[in-house]
Structures are given as structure tokens and as C-alpha cells.
């Protein structure tokens, strides 16, 4: 069993900055790519940023330049260090890890239980 609890959301006022983290822990043979998702009212979920096991990164337009993924592959946990907060950057935030149990199983997609980000004076 897999499971991927997240922490480090909150309120913060426009201008701040905010550091998500995203711990795997259980059955787990390899982590693949990490990605970071957000999901404001009435929208679609939507890609912000993105880590490959290969050490590429991707980001969203809207927060390139402002936001930053890592990860720590010694302790399955992925990072994202969100600068320059807007309100738009108000959501749920989730994270999402491709991970394979064991040697033989195939890559599956496993989802943290979200972390609520909310910037506002």
C-alpha cells in the first residue's frame, strides 16, 4: 500500500511565500515523475509544476519564475517553494507521483489528499 500525505498550505498575505511537500511512503520500488497540480473553485484541475526522475522540471506559465519543484528521491518526497504569491494562486493544491509498488508492477498514479493555498490581505 501506498501513501502520499501532503503538508505546508495555508494563508498568506499577496507577496508571500509558501513551501508545499509531498511525503511517499509504503510499498515502493521507483518514483518516476512528480508533478504538482492545483484546483481553484469552478475550474479545472490544472498542471503547475513538474519533475521528472531524469531531473527535468516543467512549470505553468503563470508561475514560472515564481515557483520552484525539488525533490528528495532518499526520502520520496517532492517540493514546491511558491514565491511572489498572488490571489490567483489561491487553490487546492495536490500532488501526484508515479510510482511502482514493486520490481514487476506497472507505473500507477498516486494522489495526495490535497493542501488548501489561499493568499489574500
Known amino acids: 500500500q501506498v501513501r502520499l500525505v501532503e503538508s505546508g498550505g495555508g494563508l498568506v498575505q499577496p507577496g508571500g511565500s509558501l513551501r508545499l511537500s509531498c511525503a511517499a511512503s509504503?510499498?515502493?520500488?521507483?518514483?518516476?515523475?512528480m508533478d504538482w497540480y492545483r484546483q481553484a473553485p469552478g475550474k479545472q484541475r490544472e498542471l503547475v509544476a513538474g519533475?521528472?526522475?531524469?531531473?527535468?522540471?516543467n512549470y505553468a506559465g503563470s508561475v514560472k519564475g515564481r515557483f520552484t519543484i525539488s525533490r528528495d528521491n532518499a526520502k520520496n518526497t517532492v517540493y514546491l517553494q511558491m514565491n511572489s504569491l498572488k490571489p490567483e494562486d489561491t487553490a487546492v493544491y495536490y500532488c501526484?507521483?508515479?510510482?511502482?509498488?514493486?520490481?514487476?508492477?506497472?507505473?500507477?498514479?498516486?494522489w495526495g489528499q490535497g493542501s488548501q493555498v489561499t493568499v489574500s490581505s
Open positions: 501526484q507521483l508515479d510510482i511502482r509498488a514493486t520490481r514487476f508492477s506497472p507505473t500507477y498514479p498516486y
Open positions: 509504503g510499498s515502493i520500488f521507483s518514483i518516476g515523475a
Open positions: 519533475s521528472t526522475d531524469g531531473g527535468n522540471t
